[in-house]
């Protein structure tokens, strides 16, 4: 069975730090798909990437960067120069297909709380 | 704005009520999907529609119906719910059923059962 572990329950920072969010998987498919979703207290998920598992490349968008390194089954996210705006619950997710159709099994969350 | 309209976004219901949430999207996805969120936990899928049809459910209570009556439309019935299925309702719609591609979620429901 497929696991996520986000083993920061929440994180504050000041405005303008950097942080990383950390994410540890477990499956046992060589295809899968790692993702990261902002939950801010609207409600709504929002994505944010997308990985699959054959594409190890780092990407950065913006003040979002992800770390992905299968060596160590491994996804971090790190912000750079937190904005208040950044304050969500984030989570990280991996999908495979269970009886043919996709399944995302969620990680646990991490409540980051950027302070002015 | 959210590309997955669900309504209502409250809603409070006695143990003995008969209600439904209703889920919406125009974006010619074919799978859509419900989650629940309990607070300070993550989404937990409940049921997978694909082409309309019903293709997953998690093992949910017979008390939670779903409905698809069209590829844009999901619909969860609720009857007799107890107490404990309080929560974040989240309907979420991809392009295929078997792409891994994003999901893409509504602002969900949030239901309180007295």
């Known amino acids: 069975a497929q696991k996520v572990t986000q083993a920061q329950t929440e994180i504050s920072v000041v405005e303008k730090e950097d942080v990383t969010l950390d994410c540890v998987y477990e499956?046992?498919?060589?295809?899968?798909?790692l993702f990261w979703y902002k939950q801010p207290p609207s409600g709504e998920l929002v994505f944010l990437i997308r990985?699959?598992?054959?594409?190890?490349q780092n990407e950065i968008s913006g003040r979002y960067s992800w770390n992905f390194q299968k060596s160590t089954s491994s996804f971090n996210f790190t912000i750079t120069a937190s904005q208040v705006v950044d304050s969500a619950v984030y989570f990280c997710?991996?999908?495979?297909?269970?009886?043919?159709?996709?399944?995302?099994?969620f990680g646990t969350g991490t409540k980051l709380q950027v302070i002015p | 704005d959210t590309e997955v309209t669900q309504t209502p976004k409250h809603l409070v219901m006695g143990m003995t009520n008969k209600k439904s949430l209703k889920c919406e999207q125009h974006?010619?996805?074919?799978?859509m999907y419900w989650y629940k969120q309990k607070a300070k936990k993550p989404p937990e899928l409940m049921f997978v529609?694909?082409?309309?049809?019903?293709?997953i459910n998690e093992s949910v209570p017979s008390r939670f119906s779903p409905e698809c009556p069209n590829s844009s439309l999901l619909n969860l019935h609720l009857h007799a719910l107890q107490p404990e299925d309080s929560a974040l309702y989240l309907c979420?719609?991809?392009?295929?059923?078997?792409?891994?591609?994003?999901?893409?979620f509504g602002e969900g429901s949030r239901l309180t059962v007295l």
């Open positions: 979420a719609s991809s392009q295929e059923p078997q792409n891994t591609g994003e999901l893409f």
């Open positions: 499956t046992r498919d060589t295809t899968y798909y």
């Open positions: 990985r699959n598992s054959f594409d190890e």
């Open positions: 997710a991996l999908s495979d297909f269970s009886g043919g159709y996709q399944k995302v099994t």
């Open positions: 974006m010619g996805h074919r799978a």
């Open positions: 529609y694909s082409y309309e049809k019903l293709s």
